[in-house]
């Protein structure tokens, strides 16, 4: 007995709490898995009873009171309570709920010593575990948005159209397309985005909208390579650098993005990661080259590269490259939004920022609305709807970008306010769209410099991101494996759509609707029903979703029934007679 205190005389109360908590951890997810009932039904309450439990824990805790090493009883801790949240995160589907699980984790993991972790520096071991994450990324993702698009669940936009665009790529090897403003124009006239070329060589060997849907999550978990040499570069372990690529790869802001199909945003989070890692290893060649490249996926890119070169040219004082690439982003920007302006249909500026635009001077209307009043534009940065997002981007990192020591750091958060945070535009600040591959990127690296930075606690820290995130992904995202069960029940739904489809000539001018569209986008003429005012030969209706729709407005129009399945799909054609 004597001997029993005497391993728990350094801190008693540490040593029983732990064993506590491992105990419960333990017991809730036992009885969690073993009810197969949802948390949130009442029969889950119903079918448990208090007295039976509290026994099993008080068994539990007594024999890991038997064991002297804290670490096995840690680990049980670790995975009995992150297993434990999410398998509730999963129930629950809520990213509210999700982050109080985080909290909770944290709170339960905080305070206990963490074991010290096994080290593989200067190893192949890193590079081939990342090649193997990077795969499986492509595959869950890739495969997922495949599946969706093979049961006509992708949308115009902004899959639809940009599908029709790489048709018309590789036909004419122009940007063109008709479904995005409702006639035949380039894709640049929108959105200045000659970065999509890039993917023009796999897509002319395998010509298929699926390809494209490959092709966006393996160039963002391509991300993950940079981040891990800049992890390197910062003098860090290759532990640290797989943990930062784990939350790289399960970031809920760059999973988010990647469900929604295809983006050129998605070219963001490598090249950004790309340049701040050459501007750390001061090569001048790969710099401009990677600013280049970064400024071609769309004219708003040009603020990720400013505040990326703002800050090496006040914290690392790299003159020469730094101010020849904010000058590079500057002109740039003003060139191509004046080019889209004079010869297609203008920045989107005014729906973006126009709660800004007290008068007609464009976007400097917007700074100068700041300047003069700036507590306005802190009101719209901080607007209740948009505290979700911001813990959606800090907590899945545990607030590392947060502990700035060095204030030009404070640069790399530039991004987040101007492109996320100012804009009353909802989709801008939702982790669910393109919006947050570039601020997204940025935090990753701020929390790599803020790590470098820390003491005692840091490999807690990022432990606790590596577990945030993997709760977040099975708040957010798990359940995106619906699509396989959906894929399967909805058989004879899809062989209806098929057979449709398959009677549309493949030269046809078609209008389609928004979820049928992008499985119809491989021809020359196609417009999205639900919006067109052109009159097709072929119009091919999606009745799946709303049971009230009807071909009578069309047949009135003269168009005649070619296929018709009663809440599924119709297929009608025009009458000339």
């Known amino acids: 007995m004597f001997h029993f205190f005497k391993t728990v005389s350094r801190n ?178 929108v959105h200045f985005s000659p970065i999509y070329y890039l993917y023009l060589p796999v897509y002319s060997v395998f010509p298929s909208p699926e390809t494209l849907l490959i092709l966006q999550p393996l160039t963002v978990a391509g991300g993950a390579v940079p981040l891990a040499l800049l992890c390197r570069k910062k003098g860090l372990s290759d532990t640290a650098a797989l943990g930062f690529s784990i939350c790289f790869l399960m970031y809920p802001a760059f999973m988010g993005g990647c469900f929604w199909y295809l983006h050129e945003n998605c070219f963001l989070s490598p090249l950004l990661l790309w340049l701040v890692y050459f501007f750390e290893k001061r090569k001048t060649v790969p710099i401009v080259l990677f600013a280049a490249l ?100 800090l907590v899945p990192l545990c607030f590392l970008p947060v502990p700035i020591k060095k204030p030009a750091r404070l640069l790399l958060f530039v991004p987040l306010i101007l492109v996320n945070l100012m804009t009353p535009y909802v989709y801008q600040y939702h982790i669910g769209y393109q919006y947050t591959f570039g601020s997204g990127a940025l935090l990753l690296y701020l929390s790599v410099l803020n790590y470098a930075d820390l003491g005692k606690h840091r490999s807690k820290a990022l432990f606790c991101a590596v577990l945030f995130c993997a709760v977040l992904f099975c708040g957010g995202f798990a359940s995106k494996t619906d699509a396989l069960r959906l894929y399967r029940s909805q058989k004879q739904q899809r062989t209806s759509i098929d057979t449709a489809l398959s009677l549309i000539p493949p030269d046809a001018e078609v209008a389609a609707s928004t979820f049928l569209l992008a499985n119809l986008s491989q021809r020359d003429v196609i417009w999205e029903l639900e919006s067109t005012k052109q009159k097709a030969q072929y119009i091919a209706m999606d009745l799946r979703f709303d049971k009230d729709r009807t071909i009578e407005p069309y047949v009135l129009e003269g168009y005649a029934p070619l296929y018709y399945d009663a809440g599924v799909v119709a297929v009608l054609y025009k009458n000339e007679e």
């Open 294 to 393: 970064t400024l071609a996926v769309k004219e708003d890119a040009a603020v990720y590269v400013a505040a990326t070169a703002l800050y090496f040219l006040f914290a690392h004082k790299n003159y020469k490259s730094s101010i020849s690439v904010l000058l590079l982003s500057v002109v740039y920007f003003v060139t191509v939004t004046r080019l889209i302006g004079v010869y297609g249909d203008g920045i989107m500026d005014k729906s973006r920022y126009g709660v800004y635009m007290f008068d007609n001077k464009g976007l400097f209307s917007v700074i100068e609305t700041v300047f003069l009043n700036p507590a306005f534009a802190l009101k719209q940065i901080f607007a209740k709807e948009k505290m979700l997002f911001i813990l959606q981007m």
């Open 12 to 189: 008693p109360l540490r040593w029983f709490v732990l064993r506590g908590l491992a105990a419960f951890a333990a017991i809730a997810l036992g009885t969690s898995l073993r009810s197969g009932i949802n948390f949130t039904e009442p029969a889950f309450y119903y079918e448990l009873h208090f007295m039976p439990v509290l026994i099993l824990w008080g068994i539990a805790f007594a024999a890991l009171c038997l064991i002297r090493s804290d670490i096995p009883v840690y680990c049980l801790l670790v995975f009995g309570g992150l297993l434990y949240c999410c398998v509730c995160a999963v129930d629950a589907k809520d990213w509210a709920f999700s982050l109080a699980l985080c909290a909770a984790l944290f709170v339960l993991l905080w305070f206990f010593e963490l074991p010290r972790l096994p080290s593989f520096y200067k190893t192949k071991l890193l590079w081939i575990i990342l090649a193997a994450l990077i795969c499986f990324y492509t595959l869950y993702v890739g495969g997922l948005c495949c599946v969706n698009y093979r049961r006509y669940h992708t949308p115009c936009y902004d899959f639809g159209l940009f599908a029709q665009m790489f048709y018309y790529m590789k036909e004419t090897g122009r940007c063109l397309i008709t479904c995005e403003r409702d006639r035949l124009l380039s894709h640049f006239a």
